[in-house]
């Protein structure tokens, strides 16, 4: 394996500089996030790397257990974060955690005691990274989803209304919707999956390679993990979207935007 000096990384960094400046260039309103992703991105991980080898030289389910429990609620907040219109209080944050958790923590534990088995069944090195791999592709799909549904209830707010003045109930009156919304968490999920191999090498598969593991075995692990993923992200996105529709109708079965947060 090729190892990566300060220089290498910095040269890598100037990638992310010129988007910013591009940004700028453009007036895209994106640069100062550009550059605070790029920045906590990398405080984030080199913290990350020295937590994980204390971990890795220590298997303790405790610290496991913390350091999952700080990346899902980090992830809950992540998912609520960036959506133009989302539910009042803690209702967006809450409900992305509990989708996670649900989908991410149930495919998680079945992987490591029933398909891989390692032993202890939470040995850090396999439970942490795949932990992580399928958070972070279920905090895409929940927080697109949550977006495209707080978005679309208050642009056709008045076609569910009249709906619900028909007779239908909330559920019928929102049935469209909440299928868009959750195609539109499925997407970047599926997208990965019908272009990997051929559009792309998948980053679990390319890293396997470039740390000199044998490219079938690599391939065998990234089919396990594509297929995780969508497990994963297909029930945390139909659960997030499920409940927050459920929020944003009462016991009078009436539209409640008013149980939105303003933009």
């Known amino acids: 394996m090729i190892l990566l000096g300060p220089l290498e990384l910095a040269l890598a960094a100037l990638l992310v500089l010129g988007s910013?400046?591009?940004?700028?260039?453009?007036?895209?309103?994106?640069?100062?996030?550009?550059?605070?992703?790029?920045?906590?991105?990398?405080?984030?991980?080199?913290?990350?790397?020295?937590?994980?080898?204390?971990?890795?030289?220590?298997?303790?389910?405790?610290?496991?257990g913390i350091i999952a429990l700080v990346m899902l609620i980090v992830a809950g907040y992540e998912s609520a974060a960036r959506q133009k219109r989302r539910l009042a209080g803690a209702w967006s944050i809450g409900i992305g955690v509990a989708a996670m958790f649900l989908s991410t923590f149930t495919v998680t534990v079945l992987t490591l005691v029933v398909i891989l088995g390692p032993s202890p069944w939470?040995?850090?090195?396999?439970?942490?990274?795949?932990?992580?791999?399928?958070?972070?592709?279920?905090?895409?799909?929940?927080?697109?989803?949550?977006?495209?549904?707080?978005?679309?209830?208050?642009?056709?707010?008045?076609?569910?209304?009249?709906?619900?003045?028909?007779?239908?109930?909330?559920?019928?009156?929102?049935?469209?919707?909440?299928r868009d919304c959750m195609r539109a968490g499925l997407i970047p999920t599926l997208n990965a999956m019908a272009a990997a191999g051929i559009v792309s090498l998948p980053g679990m598969m390319t890293g396997q390679i470039l740390a000199g593991a044998p490219p079938v075995e690599a391939v065998k692990y990234q089919i396990l993990i594509m297929c995780l993923i969508m497990g994963a992200t297909t029930g945390g996105t139909a659960f997030a979207v499920q409940v927050a529709c459920r929020r944003l109708f009462d016991a009078r079965e009436?539209?409640?935007l008013d149980r939105l947060r303003a933009p």
């Open 20 to 64: 910013a400046a591009l940004a700028f260039a453009l007036r895209l309103g994106l640069t100062a996030s550009l550059l605070i992703a790029g920045t906590r991105m990398v405080v984030q991980l080199l913290l990350v790397g020295l937590i994980l080898k204390v971990v890795f030289d220590r298997v303790d389910l405790t610290w496991i």
């Open 122 to 178: 939470y040995t850090p090195q396999y439970a942490i990274p795949l932990l992580g791999m399928l958070l972070g592709n279920t905090m895409t799909g929940v927080a697109l989803g949550l977006d495209r549904l707080t978005q679309t209830l208050w642009v056709q707010r008045d076609a569910v209304e009249a709906r619900l003045m028909l007779g239908h109930t909330w559920r019928e009156a929102v049935t469209d919707i909440r």
């Open 254 to 256: 009436r539209l409640r």
